[in-house]
């Protein structure tokens, strides 16, 4: 998935209490955006491409990237931690690692995070953290249609210890 920097343009706003806030607006295709590629393949060996999808999505080092779109990030930073997401929906084409197109749709994706600093004496880069996501994408091409739903959430201690972290991808093909 795509990162959700605090990029122009944007607005940001410093508090009394010291924290500071921004969001960005963008179209999720330009560069300067920072979303793409959304996905590449082939994907890990986890995932499960079923049996009537191209062969392409199984072993090509294919790419998902918005077209155009819509993108809002925003995150809020002080003394006790940074917490921060985004959202993006927009057209987006899949396609081989030839450049050629295979599938054409719309696509949508979610994430955010946070992180709560530690309190003294630990170090300060230690603390609670969280993040999830989601990415769905739903193509038509010359091999019919694909959904591909992506979504995955972590969580960690004060201590940085993992405590919660999961993937769940699926694909139909019709």
Do not use: R
């Not at 193509?139 to 591909?148: K, W």
């Amino acid at each position: 998935m795509g990162s959700f920097a605090l990029l122009s343009p944007s607005a940001f706003a410093k508090s009394s209490n010291g924290a500071t806030n921004g969001t960005t607006h963008c179209d999720p295709s330009d560069p300067g955006c920072a979303q793409n590629p959304v996905l590449t393949g082939p994907p890990p060996p986890f995932v499960t491409i079923p049996a009537n999808c191209p062969a392409f999505l199984s072993t090509d080092a294919w790419t998902l990237d918005f077209v155009s779109g819509n993108s809002v990030s925003h995150g809020t930073l002080n003394k006790n931690g940074a917490w921060g997401g985004g959202t993006a929906e927009g057209q987006a084409e899949l396609t081989t690692s030839d450049g050629t197109v295979q599938y054409a749709g719309h696509l949508q994706e979610w994430g955010g995070g946070g992180q709560n600093t530690a309190v003294p004496p630990a170090p300060p880069e230690v603390g609670q953290t969280e993040f999830g996501f989601t990415t769905n994408f739903n193509g038509s091409g010359i091999a019919g249609s694909v959904s591909i739903h992506v979504n995955g959430h972590s969580t960690t201690n004060n201590n940085g210890t993992p405590t919660s972290n999961l993937q769940n991808v699926n694909v139909t093909c019709s």
